[in-house]
């Protein structure tokens, strides 16, 4: 079940939960479909295009229910690039400090950017019309969920005001091709900025509420809690927009094995900044920060995607150590070490990025 | 010159350079007037309000020049509680890392929130119209730094959406009072959510223009620097939206020569999210961040100000360290060392707060 196919690090195949190896990520600012990291929570369903319907309710004026050409013909297309990231991307650096049962050991390439087509969100729920009492909207799915008790399908939401502003797509296209089943076909939500988590996949109902979702996904699992404590509902801060991050592609852990040859050595990696904030810098180091070279940072290819940076060190014989921290626009920056960050169920590692390799 | 009165320490008597002693700050949404920091790179000018005018200019289709009166009388009053923050707060960790020569050793309380009441700067550029080309608002006041070479006055600049986003004020008032001479009267700027240089004082021209501010304190100073990076013209990060921050206001470290009595004690303190985000959690801990209690969080007086917190802590006999670090909406926390955060000019220090105490 667990294993290595290919470009993809294939943790589970039942729910598939499969990260690309980072190298396949490397100095390409949108990720190939093909190496588009695979979260999910149960079996992928299975549903035909032609008799999906997606139903709007809730506080609304009007129930919509729309079909797949409904949806395409009735509101304005839009393509936008978009960088999502699992809240549990760079899990296993926080799994090495202390256990953390039952959740896959995400390396730091679950974390991908596609070109998303569909519509804004923002368009169809305008025509539905968010009644009095509106704060809240769920996307409800299909694909129920094994691992809960009792067994429930997968849901989430995100605030009104996130969902009308405009960015947060309803999609049928990736990368200029159908949306694949895997990665959430017909149709799926977009939510730019926030944990993939919130990005539904397989979407057929959407309900405009007075409170968040009472999903096991929203109101217990995706939360942040203090180390010490015990998950249970409405515990912990819910996750919603991404804290900045950043991961070193190339070299990876991978090269560990095949021993690097010395000198000059291409570093290649991304980083991604909050909501609303750039990366204006990336500090690069071979001994642990104690000294620091400046990467070359790109600008994001759209406002809601990564940024990705590249720098040449020279690594001398021996074993070596890279780390990597990213700078926001406020002039904020990572924390130094996973252990800090610890918590019960692996969330939101943003520490420095760090591969061991070994050289010469 | 430097010495501590009242509740204040006085760093610098000319220019004035003062923070409030931590406890001044504790518990209160507001900062009282008196013991709200001041920052200054010169003498503060001596403005008649009757004779004051401000001049906007550059690339607008209506130079403006406008008195106290026509400014109140003109434009719609709004007052807005807004927290400002000294890029410098917290330098003094810093320096205790590394010597940062010319700099004020600022403590945990540059930091201070104030109801200002004047006019939304995006009013009175409506009147004045910016033209083609406008990307930045530049402002000039007649304060000259001696330490700069050749002594020039102060200025800065922010880009136009965030002058036009409403928020950023022309403020005559603070705390229902006349704006005071030392914080900037007769007229300031306030610019929610960025470094309090931003919020330039004793305002005489706003210049509407394509670059940013030229001045040495926009193009020069208040920039964050790689470690081993040289100041220059143009050179690292210019500093704008505030990073993410906490600091314990109560105790201080002041107490610790004072002794405080063992058993149940009441720990106070700030934390100050990022533009856009909120503070969601604070940890407190007595043993450097092995284990962590979790204070009670006020909700911010408004959108752009800090949140206070409070927590009680067991104080065992003997010397102690309280730790404290906040958490944002995103998941993301503070770094947990200021040595990592050693920049040359000593800006950003937003490591986890700490203050030492003798118990007993």
Not at 155 to 169: Q, R, W
Not at 333 to 342: D, G, I, K, M, V
């Amino acid at each position: 079940m667990w294993g290595k196919r290919d470009d993809m690090i294939v943790h589970e195949e039942e729910p598939f939960n499969a990260e690309p190896r980072p190298a396949a990520l490397a100095g390409q600012p949108l990720t190939p479909t093909e190496a588009f990291y695979s979260r999910n929570h149960g079996p992928s369903p299975d549903l035909d295009p032609a008799t999906w319907r997606l139903r709007i309710d809730g506080l609304v004026d009007r129930e919509l229910v729309l079909s797949l050409c409904e949806l395409q013909q009735r509101f304005a297309l839009r393509t936008e690039v978009v960088t999502l990231g699992c809240a549990g991307n760079r899990r296993a650096e926080l799994l090495a400090v202390r256990p953390i049962p039952g959740q896959v050991p995400w390396g730091p390439a679950t974390i991908s950017t596609a070109a998303w087509t569909g519509v804004s969100l923002a368009d169809v729920l305008a025509e539905a019309g968010p009644g009095a009492g509106a704060a809240h909207v769920a996307f409800t799915a299909p694909d129920v969920s094994p691992s809960v008790v009792p067994p429930q399908p997968y849901g989430g939401s995100i605030s009104l005001p996130k969902a009308c502003s405009g960015e947060v797509l309803l999609a049928w296209g990736m990368n200029g091709a159908p949306l694949p089943r895997i990665h959430g076909g017909p149709v799926r939500v977009v939510v730019p900025g926030y944990i993939g988590a919130r990005s539904v996949k397989w979407v057929q109902r959407i309900s405009v509420q007075a409170q968040p979702s009472e999903n096991y996904f929203q109101a217990e699992d995706y939360r942040l809690l203090p180390p010490d404590a015990e998950p249970g509902p409405g515990r912990g801060i819910s996750l919603g927009p991404l804290a900045m991050t950043s991961g070193i592609l190339c070299p990876d852990d991978d090269d560990a094995g095949a021993r690097l040859p010395a000198g000059p050595t291409d570093v290649i990696g991304y980083a991604f900044a909050a909501e609303g904030r750039t990366i204006v810098r990336v500090d690069v180091s071979l001994d642990g920060g104690g000294t620091w070279n400046q990467a070359a940072v790109d600008d994001p290819p759209s406002p809601w995607a990564w940024q990705l940076w590249h720098t040449t060190l020279d690594l001398p014989v021996g074993p070596a150590e890279i780390t990597a921290r990213a700078w926001d626009d406020t002039g904020a920056t990572q924390p130094e070490f996973p252990a800090s960050l610890w918590n019960p169920a692996g969330y939101d590692n943003n520490s420095w990025a760090r591969v061991r390799v070994d050289v010469g």
